[in-house]
């Protein structure tokens, strides 16, 4: 028996290509799920002709959003996604922020659905090539939908797949890429390129479920359900016969002996201990559970790892010209364009910067800043937020600050994070702004230096590198097929074996990644 533990992206991903060969897989997951009522109205919805105002307000929640950015993602008002983690892998962190899940389908249940592949520039520390990469981003978008133009970027970042769909830009991102475009070599010359958001989104209608309404909650969780989760592939893979899915299950460590791997685990609703015994155990639980599970079964209390971090960071974006009262539009909220940075002098690997235009969101900053006085300027603020871009951004690990991690032995034990400063990030992230302030005329926005916001080290939610992949992997590192050192029928097959995190979002490779693994894990006896 071959268990997969976690379903969240690297899970399925994982799971797919073993049962795709055939092969008689358990998935082991907590798997907490949208509580009943929340699900019962999203049923609801789903079913009725137009989207009932009253419905969706249920499901609106009240997510806090400042200048600072979103406080915590929520879905469909629920924050079920994060529940109960603490109480199973308690976290004393210092100056850094990981989220982990414990949700079937792990973080992609509040994902931003952003999608990119790696470059070979920046993963050339690593032990395998984009070429090993290529085939598995294919078949990955086998199984997830991918939304796109086929424009200059894909020349830089292929697409790696012909069924790409399309979508309907906001009139903020067809304007600016209109500007863009205009000013393309300008911009070229000095070394930024850019192109439509790629996003991990059912656009288009299928026979089971409609395509986007444009009704601007993306945010907040799509009543249609287009926004790709890894559940999905979960219930998918349910049809199959050499499929089982086990839920309510928290894995704590594994012992490995005699060719056989035991699971000690407990299921989280009683507390009873179970044990699970399989010829080979793929983890992908997410960095830290999975760091943990790891940390216990080598018995490594006190020993300090080093996880690397995508640095995140917030620009706002002021366009010269509004376009209109977008606060009507109809749009989806989701990353509409990608810039992507290539300047040597600024720094040796790729920058990533995603654009958000409009959404409901705007309208909660705008309250946190102004207050009670916000319905004095309600109708100006309206011709504003026709002018406002976000750009989230993200640094190679290379240039980012770090994470030192280290288990406590205890009842129970505990995972001890601190941050590692690179003081260097702050400086190139200033420089980045800088950059496109000086382009300001090409772009027609100015950067708001002043609001810039570096984020802590895991805010990005792109970290891993705990047990980084080598060819001659030592002590707490894994080999190509994510072995860790000292384990022969054990693989991670999440973030936790990248040598480095690049900047370009992170998911659609942690899944090329587990595919990989899985296809190929038994080429190693």
Known sequence: MLYVVGSGPAGVACAYALVKRGLQVTMLDVGIELEPEKAKILEKLQKSKKLNPLLLQQIRGNMQATVKGVTQKLVYGSDYAYKEVSNHIPIIAKDVKCSSSFAKGGLSTVWGAALMPYLAEDIKDWPI???????????????????????????????????????????????????????????????????????????????????????GLCMHGCPYELIYSSAFTVDELKKHSNFLYKKDVVVEKLVEKNGMVKIIAYNRLNNKKLVFNGNRVFLACGVLPTTKIMLESMNAYEQKLIMKDSQYFLMHLLRYKGAGDVTKENLHALAQVYIEIFDKELNQNSIHVQLYTYSDLYENVMKSIFGSTYKIFKKMLKGLMGRIIIAQGYLHSNSSSTISVKLKNGQPSKLILKKNENKAAAKLVRTIAWKLFKNRKYFKFSPLIPLVKIGKPGESNHYGSSFPMSNNPKKFESDILGRPFGFKKVHLVDASVFPSIPAQAITLTIMANAYRIADKYDMLR
Do not use: W
């Open 129 to 215: 090539s984009i070429e090993d990469l290529a085939p598995y981003y294919k078949l990955v978008l086998d199984f997830m939908d991918i939304a796109s133009a086929k424009d200059d970027l894909a020349s830089i970042f292929p697409l790696y797949t012909e069924n790409c769909q399309s979508f309907e830009q906001s009139k903020q991102a067809a304007l600016l890429l209109k500007d863009m475009q205009h000013n393309k070599k300008q911009l070229n010359s000095a070394g930024i390129f850019f192109g439509s958001s790629r996003l991990a989104v059912q656009f288009s209608p299928t026979k089971d479920k409609p395509g986007c309404v444009y009704c």
